[in-house]
Each structure stands twice: as structure tokens, then as C-alpha cells.
């Protein structure tokens, strides 16, 4: 994990920022699927300021924002979003970091995710840390999203030392 970082709330002031950070880190998953069209690249600012008044977490490297997170709450099922890292920091442990704070703070007794299926890296990460595949969505030929959920209980079991999900 690089040092020194910071998980923190991201507010209205972070906006910009968060939208430039987004469309980096979404680059790959556009040429990966031959779409550029995705909807986290074609987002608007006034769309993530909608975004930041809920529920955004960021994490910050000598004060530049390198990796996001977003969720929803539907009564105990946190819907989470958006997990993005900048493509230079990825690889370092911030997406599960993030992953990890955004399941803390929402206090969720169950959490969903998708990620495309030729997301490998991804997948590994979500699967990992205790999410399972719950279904598949075909968006259209050759774009399939797979569904990722997780409970409570299987949070607490990847937090025990020595834990196997151990990331």
C-alpha cells in the first residue's frame, strides 16, 4: 500500500477531479469491451455532483486523488459503484482498501456489485474479498455483466487474521 493515504469523504469541491480520475480509469474497460461509450466515460459533472451528495469515498496520495468508490443504500443492501484507481496506482491494494471503507461505512447487511465479464482483474479482486457471482445480465452481444454479492458475515470472516480472502 503506498504511503502516506488517506481514505476520506468526497464532497461537491471534489467533482472535477473525481470526473477526470473516472474517465482515466475507465479508459481500459472502453477499449477492452470496444466501447467508448460507457457510461461512467460519457458522465457529466453535474451527474457526479448528483453522485457526491451521496454516499463517495476517495483516497488521496500527497493530495491527489488516485481511487473512488460510490454506494447506495437499499434498506440493508449497500449497492456499490464505481470502484475506480487510477490506471498508474493500480495494483497497489486501493481498490480493496476502498472496497473495504465503503463496506465499513455503510453498515449494510448485504452488498451487490457488478463488473463486466471480461473484467478478470476485476473479478479476481471482488472475488477475493468474499463476493460471489450471483447472476448475468447480456447487455448485448459480447457485453455481459456479472452480478457480485457479499454478506455481512462473510465481511467479518475476511477481517480475522490469517483470513484466506486476506488481499
Same mark, same amino acid.
Given at each position: 500500500m ?13 467533482a472535477?477531479? %473525481? @470526473? ?10 472502453? $477499449? @477492452? ?31 491527489? %486523488? ?27 491494494g486501493l481498490?480493496?482498501? @476502498? ?18 465479464? %471480461?473484467?478478470?482483474?476485476? @473479478? ?14 447480456? %447487455? ?19 477481517? $480475522? ?7
Amino acid at each position: 500500500m503506498p504511503d502516506p493515504y488517506s481514505v476520506i469523504r468526497l464532497g461537491d469541491a471534489d467533482a472535477g477531479e %473525481l @470526473l477526470t480520475l473516472q474517465r482515466a480509469a475507465y479508459v481500459s474497460e472502453a $477499449q @477492452l469491451y470496444g466501447d467508448p461509450s460507457l457510461p461512467a466515460l460519457v458522465q457529466t459533472l453535474d451527474e457526479i455532483r448528483d453522485d457526491l451528495a451521496g454516499s463517495v469515498l476517495g483516497v488521496r496520495i500527497d493530495g491527489r %486523488l488516485v481511487g473512488s468508490v460510490r454506494w447506495t443504500l437499499d434498506g440493508s443492501v449497500a449497492h456499490i459503484g464505481r470502484l475506480i484507481v487510477a490506471p498508474d496506482m493500480q495494483g497497489r491494494g486501493l481498490g480493496t482498501a @476502498l472496497l473495504d471503507a465503503a463496506e465499513s461505512e455503510s453498515h449494510a447487511d448485504e452488498f451487490r456489485l457488478f463488473t463486466g465479464h %471480461l473484467s478478470e482483474a476485476n @473479478l479476481r479482486l471482488y472475488e477475493r474479498r468474499g463476493y460471489v457471482a450471483s447472476a448475468r445480465e447480456v %447487455l448485448r452481444p459480447g457485453v455481459e455483466l456479472v452480478h457480485l454479492t457479499k454478506t455481512r458475515a462473510s465481511t467479518a470472516a475476511d477481517d $480475522q487474521p490469517g483470513a484466506r480472502n486476506r488481499a
